[in-house]
């Protein structure tokens, strides 16, 4: 399957999540465009059987793991902070299974949490898959995990609530679900083909505008959920072919440099004005490139 046009929409939402953290929102909330990333790598999950189980989990460790050390260690350093027993938690990638109160998650790479739930979320994958594989009627599911997020968003209130709707891994496996229950019925569907270029523009112009706008609140999962069913059924259309683009692939590999560096290199750019935004994202991309390469050449050896 073709997956070329989700990488773009990945390198979308992340320069939107720069955009943000640097003060000019274009989509939305952090929170929201982060349920687009759970409920991806949901749908895109394999189903690695339980013999592969140990190869995979290593594959996701020792490609995170380092580079959240990486992160950590050039926040430290560039942005001069004080380093205490947090760090530990930090460095392990278990940030987001500690609530909030007493205990900073946001501390030293304040984006890692996304690392630390996805790792939780690849932790269980060939559990949530096979459970999800067994269930007959699929859909009635999906609305299940659907009605599962809009109580959880509306009934959890208090000092938790930051942690538990935002970073909490319980919350994000929830979305991630989503994905992987998604992708099972999308691979019973049949292709449509809405070839006008007018009604792409719309659903593409809708889907970002709720987002922006927050129609859907803290549940934009269900909200990404639509619009990735339609993306993937929908094929060779204008936008698949937008997203699809080789300089837009190219970029999109380095999406998880940008996403983890671009707020260290936000606070050390923050003289420079609105210039700060294309500074991190290129001296993070560079910053990739070159950690890719060497890391290639050690995993080699």
Not at 43 to 65: A, H, P, Q
Request: charged share 15%; proline share 2%; aromatic share 18%.
């Amino acid at each position: 399957m073709k997956t070329e046009q989700f990488q773009g929409l990945k390198l979308l939402f992340v320069l939107s999540i720069v955009f943000m953290h640097a003060g000019m929102p274009i989509l939305g909330e952090g929170a929201d465009l982060c349920s687009f990333f759970f409920v991806i790598s949901g749908f895109f999950y394999k189903g690695e059987t339980c013999v592969r189980y140990r190869d995979y989990m290593w594959n996701k460790i020792s490609s995170m793991l380092p580079l959240q050390w990486l992160s950590v260690i050039l926040a430290v350093v560039v942005l001069h902070l004080s380093v205490h027993w947090d760090i530990i938690p930090h460095l392990l990638l278990l940030q987001s299974y500690i609530p909030e109160k007493g205990f900073e998650f946001f501390n030293y790479n304040g984006v890692a949490w996304f690392l630390s739930s996805l790792m939780f979320c690849y932790a269980l994958s060939p559990v949530v898959y096979k459970v999800i594989l067994k269930i007959k009627d699929k859909k009635l599911f999906l609305i299940l995990l659907f009605f599962i997020i809009w109580a959880l968003c509306k009934f959890v209130s208090g000092e938790y609530a930051t942690w538990f709707i935002y970073v909490s891994p319980v919350f994000r496996l929830v979305e991630y679900s989503i994905g992987v229950t998604l992708r099972q019925i999308a691979n019973n569907s049949n292709r449509i083909f809405v070839k006008n270029i007018y009604a792409n523009i719309i659903i593409i112009c809708v889907y970002l505008l709720f987002l922006r706008y927050r129609v859907f609140g803290n549940t934009s999962a269900i909200l990404h959920s639509l619009f990735i069913f339609y993306f993937y059924l929908n094929v060779e259309t204008c936008l698949t072919r937008l997203f699809s683009l080789k300089a837009i692939v190219f970029l999109a590999k380095y999406c998880i440099y940008i996403y983890m560096l671009h707020c260290i290199f936000l606070s050390l750019y923050s003289h420079c004005g609105i210039l700060k935004v294309p500074l991190a994202i290129l001296s993070a991309l560079c910053f990739g490139m070159v950690y890719e390469y060497i890391y290639n050449k050690v995993r080699c050896r």
